[in-house]
């Protein structure tokens, strides 16, 4: 493995043990003083990273850890795995039953389920159906909100369901257009272009 190679997984290791701690209490100054060293010999020096290379860690508090551990995630945009957070998952999970409504109304029968990959690095959940997926995959993120979860599985259902079957699906009964996911009102809805953009359902409420 390359160097660069270790010293991310080396990071994302550290970024999973600080959320871990923050989230669950504990949080040692280790991981934290580690990860910061590790930015700043990358040239992504933040005010947290100086911070901690700055004052002498014994006079780091425990809330000082937190406070800072929490900026060195925020900085990097961290998002937990799945495997950190199953809540995600069990959020997506709920989104497909509630998906697979409206696919059962349209009248397809095949198993829908979540499965990940192991030549995913991103670690995103995929929308199996008929023993394929396709699309872009769902990033754990997602799993953080019911509404965007279900706009996200619904778009990545609708995507599997059509590139496996050839078929469009689900189509506007009233304009013969095909639908798309996306959002009214914090909601996840089914909406038209046909005759300028208008909503058909929320999603999982197609008749």
């Given at each position: ?21 923050v989230?669950?209490g ?10 910061a ?6 040239g992504e020096?933040t ?11 014994a ?18 945009d961290?998002?937990?795995?799945f495997?950190?957070?199953?809540r995600?998952?069990?959020t ?21 389920r ?11 959940a995929?929308?199996?159906?008929q ?17 965007e979860?279900?706009?996200?599985v619904a778009?990545a ?22 639908l798309?996911?996306?959002?009214e ?13 208008h ?5 999982g409420?197609?008749?």
């Amino acid at each position: 493995m390359h160097s660069e190679e270790q010293a991310v997984q080396v990071e994302n290791a550290l970024m999973g043990r600080i959320y871990t701690a923050v989230r669950d209490g504990g949080l040692e100054a280790e991981p934290v003083l580690e990860l910061a060293y590790l930015r700043e010999e990358w040239g992504e020096s933040t005010p947290a990273t100086r911070e901690l290379l700055e004052r002498p860690a014994a006079q780091l508090t425990a809330t000082d850890l937190i406070r800072l551990g929490e900026d060195l995630l925020r900085d990097v945009d961290f998002t937990p795995s799945f495997a950190l957070e199953p809540r995600l998952w069990a959020t997506l999970e709920h989104a497909l039953e509630v998906v697979e409504r409206d696919v059962r109304a349209g009248g397809i029968t095949s198993t829908l389920r979540l499965v990940t990959h192991e030549w995913d690095s991103m670690g995103r959940a995929w929308v199996e159906f008929q023993g394929g997926w396709h699309g872009n995959g769902i990033e754990p993120l997602w799993g953080g909100s019911a509404q965007e979860a279900l706009r996200e599985v619904a778009d990545a259902v609708q995507e599997t369901i059509m590139a496996m079957t050839l078929n469009v699906w689900p189509v506007c009964a009233a304009h013969h257009r095909g639908l798309h996911a996306g959002y009214e009102d914090g909601m996840a809805v089914w909406q038209c272009t046909g005759d300028g953009t208008h909503t058909v359902a929320p999603v999982g409420e197609l008749p």
